[in-house]
C-alpha cells in the first residue's frame, strides 16, 4: 500500500493547508474537525434504501473532504501534523487501523504509519526497534462523544507500517511491507501497554518478506498474511509477462492459547498452493472429484524464494485481509484482465479458493485495498488508485454501493474498522493524514448475514467470467463458478 502511489504530496498538501484556514466558516472547529451532513430524508427513509442499495445516494461535502449518504455525520479526529497528548507531532502516512474496547466507554484505536526513514512527522518513540527509522504506531483514545481524549505512541522504530491486523485477544499486529536488514516483519503491540518489549521484538518466524495485511481465525488460531513484494513489473496488457509477484501466507503457532506474546514462540510458516496433484493429467480426474488448495511449508528466513521455487500461487499485489465466520477475505489490487483487482475467499474448512469477484469498470472497482466486513454483514473495501478514491459496499444479496468519496485530494484511504458496538466507523485518508468518526444510521449487528456473506453469490457485474468449457468442468468435478475461476486465472487446465 503507498508504494506505487502517483499523489502529488505538495500539490495535495498547499490543497489541504488551504482548506485548513477556512475554520472562521465553521469546518473546521479548533483542533478537530466536524461537519454534519444535511439530512436531506428521514433515518427511515434511509434505512428503507439500505434494504436495496446500501444507504442511498452519497450527499456533497460543502467543505470538500468527505462525501457520505444523507443520514450521516463525521468529525475529524486526528489531523497529521498536530499535537499528540505529549506535545510531539502527530506523525504522517496514515494507514492500517483496528479498534478496541477502552476502559470505561471509551475505544481505543491503533493506526500505522506507513513511513520511512527520513520521511515525516516521524513517530517519535521513547523505546525505538530501530532508531534511524521514521515509522510505527500511534494509539488515540476516543470518549463517547467521539473526541480524542489522549493520543500517543504505541511502537516506534520500524519502517513503512502498512497495514496489519487485530488479534482476537486484544492485540495489534503491526506489518513492515519492507525486506531490508532487520526490516520486513510482524510486531505485536498492546494498547494498553504502549512500547513495551513485545512492541520492538519482531516475530521473525512469520517470515521475513514484504508484509501487507494480517488476520487471525479464532477458532483456529492460524494467522493468515498478504504480501505486497515491489520487485519486478506488472505488464498491463499481457499477465504471462508479469515479473512482480506476491504470495499468501499462513502461519501455525506452536503456542495457540491465543494472549499477548504467544506467536514468539515460533511456528510453521506456510504458502498457499494449487492441489498438489494437479497436471497435465487434470483431464482425468473422475466426475465429482474435488479440487482443492494445499499448504506448503516455506522458509521463514526467504519465504517469498522458496514459495516461488515449490511452485506456489503467484497473486499480483496482494493488500486487504479480514477473517470473519469462517471465511477469510484478501485482495489483490492489481488482480484481473484489467488490472482493476480482484476479492479472494479462503474457506479453510473446504480448503476452498475462490474468486470472489472481479473488476471490470473502473467506476466500480479500482485498486481495492483495506477491507474489513461489517457488524451486518457486508463486505466494505477501500481504494488506492488514480483519481478519486472510495469506500464500497458488497451486500451478501451481491449489491454494490458506494458509502465514501474522498473529495480532498487523490490519497488512499485506508484503515477502515467499526467501533466494537459497531455504531461508529473509523477511517484514514493517508496524505495528509486524517481519521475520521463517522456516525449515523447503521445497521445494527446481525450475525446471520455475517454468515450468509461467507457464502454468498458476488455482484453479477463483478463476478468472474469463465469460459463454457471451464464451467463445464467445475460442474463435472463438483467444483463451484467460483473455484473454476480461480483455477482458471491461476492457469490450470480443467
Known amino acids: 500500500m503507498g508504494i506505487t502511489g502517483n499523489w502529488d504530496r505538495s500539490i495535495s498538501r498547499r490543497k489541504f493547508l488551504k482548506l485548513g484556514s477556512i ?9 478537530v474537525g466536524s461537519l454534519s451532513l444535511s439530512l436531506n430524508q428521514s433515518a427511515a427513509n434511509t434505512g428503507a434504501q439500505r434494504a436495496s442499495a446500501g444507504y442511498g445516494k452519497l450527499v456533497a461535502d ?5 462525501d457520505l449518504p444523507a443520514g450521516f455525520q463525521y468529525r475529524i479526529i486526528s489531523e497529521e501534523g498536530k499535537t499528540m497528548t505529549n506535545g510531539a507531532p502527530i506523525p504522517g502516512d496514515f494507514d492500517g487501523m483496528a479498534a478496541f474496547r477502552g476502559k470505561g466507554d471509551t475505544i481505543v484505536l491503533v493506526r500505522n504509519h506507513e513511513l520511512k526513514p527520513g520521511e515525516g512527522p516521524a513517530v517519535h518513540g521513547k523505546n525505538p526497534y530501530d532508531s534511524t527509522c521514521s515509522g510505527g504506531t500511534t494509539g488515540l483514545i476516543v470518549g463517547p462523544d467521539r473526541k480524542v481524549i489522549q493520543e500517543y505512541v504505541t511502537s516506534s522504530g520500524t519502517t513503512n507500517n502498512c497495514a496489519g491486523g487485530a488479534t482476537p485477544w486484544g492485540t495489534w499486529l503491526t506489518c513492515e511491507e519492507d525486506r531490508t536488514t532487520n526490516h520486513g516483519y510482524v510486531f505485536e503491540v498492546m494498547p494498553d501497554d504502549p512500547e513495551n518489549v513485545l512492541s520492538k521484538t519482531p516475530i521473525r518466524e512469520m517470515g521475513f518478506f514484504s508484509h501487507e495485511a494480517v488476520d487471525i481465525d479464532p477458532a483456529t488460531g492460524i494467522v493468515y498474511l498478504t504480501e505486497d513484494d515491489f520487485r519486478g513489473t506488472i505488464d498491463p496488457n499481457d499477465p504471462n509477462n508479469d515479473t512482480r509477484f506476491s504470495f499468501l501466507y499462513r502461519f501455525i503457532p506452536n503456542d495457540r492459547s491465543q494472549r499477548p506474546g504467544a506467536l514468539q514462540k515460533g511456528g510453521k510458516l506456510q504458502a498457499i498452493a494449487i492441489d498438489e496433484r494437479k497436471g497435465p493429467d487434470a483431464d482425468l ?9 494445499v499448504w506448503r511449508d516455506v522458509d521463514p528466513e526467504e519465504p517469498h524464494d522458496d514459495a516461488l521455487a515449490k511452485g506456489c500461487i503467484r497473486f499480483n499485489r496482494l493488500e486487504g485481509a479480514f477473517f470473519a465466520d469462517g471465511a477469510f477475505w484478501f485482495d489483490d489490487t492489481a488482480g484481473g484482465e484489467k488490472r482493476l483487482g480482484q476479492i479472494y475467499r ?17 467506476n466500480q472497482m479500482e485498486s481495492p485495498d483495506n477491507i474489513c466486513i461489517t457488524p451486518w454483514g457486508d ?9 478519486v478514491n472510495r469506500l464500497m459496499g458488497i451486500t451478501p444479496a451481491g449489491e454494490i454501493y458506494e458509502f465514501a468519496r474522498n473529495r480532498l485530494n487523490d490519497s488512499e484511504l485506508a484503515g477502515p474498522t ?35 456473506l461467507a457464502h454468498a453469490a458476488p455482484p453479477k457485474e463483478w463476478a468472474p467470467r469463465i469460459p463454457e468449457q471451464v464451467a463445464e468442468a467445475a460442474e463435472r468435478y463438483g467444483m463451484s463458478p467460483l473455484e473454476a475461476a480461480a483455477f482458471h486465472r491461476f492457469g490450470v487446465p480443467l
Open 62 to 66: 460543502p467543505g470538500g473532504v468527505l
Open 346 to 362: 479462503y474457506i479453510p474448512a473446504t480448503e476452498t479458493l475462490e474468486l470472489f469477484a472481479e473488476g471490470t469498470d473502473s
Open 379 to 387: 463486505l466494505w473495501f477501500v481504494e488506492d488508485g488514480p483519481g
Open 418 to 452: 467499526f467501533s466494537p458496538d459497531g455504531q461508529t466507523f473509523f477511517v484514514n485518508i493517508q496524505t495528509p493524514g486524517i481519521t475520521f468518526a463517522i456516525w449515523g444510521p447503521f445497521q445494527g449487528q446481525n450475525a446471520s448475514l455475517r454468515r450468509q
Open 23 to 31: 475554520g472562521a466558516a465553521g469546518f473546521f472547529l479548533g483542533s
Open 285 to 293: 480426474f473422475k466426475p465429482g472429484q474435488k479440487f482443492g488448495v
